[in-house]
């Protein structure tokens, strides 16, 4: 089992920039896959983006294609994710999952989840 805690949320004007941050704790990061995923409030939660267990995969949804970047430092047991030209629409709690890693389509199959962050863009 893998535990996570996400960082970094906050207020931030339209234009600007946030980078999240989630560790992990338990067993070997290496064995995970890692993704984001949002929930604004009224809304279901959705999918942001996701990077395999290696970094050599990753996947963005539409909405924040080219604007967000996922990475990862294995050594520090952290996935981040690079908020660039944030927008009112973003504006939701972003929570860090993980899956046990495979090759399978990176969007699918998340079962470890942290408590969340609040990303509060302000127009």
């Known amino acids: 089992q893998v535990q996570l805690v996400e960082s970094g949320g906050g207020l931030v004007q339209a234009g600007g920039s946030l980078r999240l941050s989630c560790v992990a704790s338990?067993?070997?990061?290496?064995?995970?896959?890692m993704g984001w995923f949002r929930q604004s409030p009224g809304k279901e939660r959705e999918f942001a983006a996701a990077?395999?267990?290696?970094?050599?995969?990753?996947y963005y949804a539409d909405s924040v294609k080219g604007r967000f970047t996922i990475s990862r430092d294995n050594a520090k047991n952290t996935v981040y994710l690079q908020m660039d030209s944030l927008k009112a629409d973003d504006t939701a709690v972003y929570y860090c999952?993980?899956?046990?890693?495979?090759?399978?389509?990176?969007?699918?199959?998340?079962?470890?989840w942290g408590q969340g962050t609040q990303v509060t863009v302000s127009s």
């Open positions: 990077i395999s267990w290696s970094g050599g995969r990753t």
């Open positions: 338990g067993r070997a990061f290496i064995m995970y896959d």
């Open positions: 999952a993980a899956r046990i890693r495979t090759g399978a389509s990176l969007l699918l199959s998340y079962k470890y």
